[in-house]
């Protein structure tokens, strides 16, 4: 499983410009739909576990180490196998059933499994760069207003995060961002907004600071 280091930003006015100015390859503009899903008493994202059905794919986000500032690390899965796996882990026995993770929607099923219920639909236009180095800049515009920018390393093993970070922050100041700025994550600003008994449980959990940090 590979594990995704990142880095939100705020987009600026001469963002793109700084981008192509790095020789930055412009890979097009997508929209995703994105639906999140969790147990009715948030199991999944109190233990900082992120499933998301995008547009038609199962994913799950997990912890992968303690990020530091606004950097965070988190291992990325879409076999539907290794997802189960996960959910078994986090929500013990029955939630690592033979099907897929779409079983254990609307009902407990025959295994006893928590039943995972859809609390957030994101849809979200991303405009996608490529740098030397591996590097990814995302610049994204969600569908209730909030604009986001994200530094991305995919690296495939916890050896190779120091060095993923170093890119990171490097790149990161030749965008012209200041060490520790920090820009709440889309997922962050819905829950605050539309969801705010979630948020704050997240909150209280320290899966989610004030400033926005995570996810």
Known sequence: ??????????????????????????????????????????????????????????QLKSPAGAG??????????????EIL???GRVLG????????????????GTLGAPLLLEFAVLVTERTAYRLEGGLRVDLDRADFGHRLG?????????????GALDRIRELAAKLGLEDGEQQPGKMHVYLQRYRPHHFQKLLDAGVLR??????
């Open 1 to 58: 499983m590979p594990i995704e280091v990142e880095r939100k930003f705020q987009v600026r006015e001469d963002t793109v410009q700084r981008l192509r100015g790095l020789g930055a390859l412009c890979l097009g503009t997508s929209h995703l739909e994105d639906r999140y899903f969790d147990t009715e008493d948030l199991r999944l994202t109190l233990s900082d576990c992120w499933l998301r059905r995008r547009d038609g794919c199962w």
């Open 150 to 162: 994200e530094i991305e390393a995919l690296v495939g093993g916890e050896g190779e995060i120091p």
């Open 85 to 87: 796996a996960l959910l």
């Open 93 to 108: 026995p029955g939630a690592g059933g033979h099907g897929g993770p779409g079983e254990l929607l609307g009902t407990a």
């Open 210 to 215: 004030p400033e926005g940090v995570k996810q």
């Open 68 to 81: 530091t500032g606004p950097l965070t690390q988190y291992r990325e899965t879409e076999s539907e196998a």
